[in-house]
């Protein structure tokens, strides 16, 4: 019996490295992914080890002091917003970020039902980064990203013509 799960496991070893995957590899990327999909929504990207696999939308607001991305991690099957301060001249250090989930209902049409803000009170202007919690990925479902440099410590406030997005992904 021991012979032959020994044989088996070095068949399903052998014909996993030849089709270029590693079995170790697959083991640890699960085992370090603490959430996926729905069970993602409102948790820290960093914190749950999901790797930006994508980005799939980028845009520039404030004149060009802020790049902002739509961020998508394939493994756990999220999205998040992150902004990076790229300019120093802006003295005002605040960015509120928001990251949007929608989805398409046949009698209502597209209907947002997942909305996460974060404010990033200091960013630093050198490259600094700050990123919104994920959302889950659902069948059918965009994503966006929106920043804002309102001043408010209250970003469910902020108005939506505050509000610079990516396009919905």
Known sequence: MLKRLTMTM??????????????????????????????CNGKDPNAEGCA?????REIYPAEGRYTLQ????????????????DDCSLVQGMAHLRVQRRFYE???GWRVTHTYY???????????????????????????????NY????????PDNQWTCTAWW
């Open 10 to 39: 070095a068949v399903v070893v052998a014909a996993a490295t030849i089709a270029g995957v590693s079995p170790a590899t697959a083991d640890s990327e699960a085992a370090v992914l603490a959430c996926s999909g729905s069970s």
């Open 70 to 85: 739509l961020r998508a991690g394939a493994g756990c099957r999220a999205f998040w917003g992150r902004i990076t301060r």
């Open 106 to 108: 046949l009698a209502n």
């Open 52 to 56: 930006t696999t994508a980005t799939p």
């Open 118 to 148: 974060r404010i990033q009170r200091s960013v630093r202007c050198d490259g600094g980064v700050g990123w919104t919690h994920m959302v889950g990925d659902g069948a059918n479902d965009n994503f966006r990203a929106c920043f804002s």
């Open 151 to 158: 001043i408010t410590t209250s970003p469910s406030s902020i």
